[in-house]
Structure formats: structure tokens, C-alpha cells
């Protein structure tokens, strides 16, 4: 049982279009993280949020913690072909983090 | 300042084959974690270490994986005998006792092992 659904899995857009990635669950987590990934390399961490309901912006991303800290989503304005990879979302329980099986973003030009 | 560091980044080896992998976290880290990702896959914690002390070893496959970090700075992921099933990228994550509740990990290129 996947402890964190994110969807969709895959998403293939053209530049310059919107996208919103979604990380569910059923547990309560203290904090939620965002990574991206990209072939052949690690997770790179994009954003913490930690208190239900808080909004965090990173240039054209914009990152949402549900209020029960249950959920959590992504939001990319005007995609860029740069923002292809692998967007994994992870929950922090128990000292450690539970990832989401990811969503793979392609941004064609 | 150095990320972390592992290697190697590829190993292709023959089932029933010992592989071992290294990793060297961020200096002054005292929490690294061993995970495994399967392609398309979100990485599946293995091992956590806090300084050389394996606190969550519960995802180790114990009859042929195996861990260390004897004086709890690097450490290294061994598998004996491998199988076809793991390959996968295998990579080493580090963070801060100073991260809390965030446990912001830190994430290393990875080991793409590939079992033939």
C-alpha cells in the first residue's frame, strides 16, 4: 500500500503551459518535502512546508500543505523545457521520510 | 562545500555476485540513509544510520544486504549474493540532527547496478 499517491504519474505538456502535480494521503506528517530529479542524478530538494494550509512560491512554482497536513500540491506556471524530471513529493513520519512513486514531468518546446 | 559522494556510479555484475557501493555524506552530518529506487519509482528507504548506530534497519533484506559505518562518517552498502532483482539505482542520503522534524535529506548521484 502506497503511503503517499501522488498523480498523475506522467505528464507530457508544451512549453509554456500550466501544470498542477498532487501528493494524497491518509496520514498526518509533520513537514512534507518536494524534490526533483533528473536522470541519472539524486533527488535535489525544492521546498519544506510545514504548517497546514502554508503556500511557499519558487519562481514559477508554487507549493501548497493541505490544512490537515495530509496533502500537498505543485503547481508550475508557463513550463519550461528546464522543468523536465522527476518531481517526487515525501513525507517526514517517525524520523524518517515516505516518498511518493513520483510524478514524471515532460515539458516539450 | 562537497555533497555527498558515492561510488561507483555504474556497476554491472553477473547474479550470485558480491557488489559492495560507498558513500561519504556531507561533512558534519551525522544521519545517512541508504535507499533503493526502482526506475520511475520513488526512492524505499533500506537503512538509517545516526553516527555509526543502525537506528532503522527494518527494510534491509538481511539474508543478503548488509551495512556499515564504523566510525560513523562513510559508509558502505554490500549485497552477497546479488540477484537478478536488485538492480536499481542505489543511492546515499545525509541531513543534520540541526534539521529536526524536517529531516531535509541530502541526495547523492546514486549506483545504477545492473545484475545480469
Do not use: M
Not at chain 1, 21 to 50: A, D, H, I, K
Not at chain 1, 65 to 92: E, M, N, V, W
Amino acid at each position: 500500500t502506497q503511503l503517499l499517491e501522488q498523480s498523475p504519474q506522467f505528464l507530457s505538456i508544451q512549453e509554456g503551459e500550466n501544470l498542477t502535480v498532487y501528493c494524497n494521503s491518509s496520514s498526518v506528517f509533520s513537514s512534507l518535502q518536494w524534490y526533483r530529479q533528473e536522470p541519472g542524478e539524486g533527488p535535489v530538494l525544492l521546498v519544506t512546508v510545514v504548517t497546514g494550509g502554508e503556500v511557499k512560491k519558487l519562481k514559477r512554482l508554487t507549493f501548497q500543505f493541505g490544512d490537515a497536513r495530509k496533502d500537498s500540491s505543485l503547481h508550475i506556471t508557463a513550463a519550461q523545457p528546464g522543468d523536465t524530471g522527476l518531481y517526487l513529493c515525501a513525507g517526514a513520519k517517525g524520523g524518517k521520510l515516505i516518498f511518493g512513486q513520483g510524478t514524471e514531468l515532460s515539458v516539450k518546446p | 562545500e562537497a555533497g555527498v559522494v558515492q561510488s561507483p556510479r555504474y556497476k554491472i555484475i553477473e547474479k550470485k555476485q558480491p557488489v559492495a557501493f560507498w558513500c561519504n555524506p556531507i561533512s558534519g552530518h551525522n544521519t545517512l540513509y541508504w535507499y533503493l529506487q526502482n526506475l520511475g519509482q520513488g526512492p524505499e528507504l533500506l537503512i538509517r544510520y545516526e553516527n555509526e548506530e543502525a537506528v532503522d534497519d527494518s527494510q534491509l533484506p538481511k539474508d543478503r544486504f548488509s551495512a556499515e559505518r564504523l566510525k560513523g562518517v562513510d559508509s558502505t552498502l554490500k549485497i552477497q549474493p546479488a540477484e537478478l532483482g536488485d538492480s536499481a539505482v542505489y543511492l546515499c542520503a545525509s541531513s543534520s540532527t540541526g534539521s529536526g522534524s524536517y529531516n531535509e535529506q541530502f541526495f547523492g548521484p546514486g549506483t545504477r547496478l545492473t545484475v545480469l
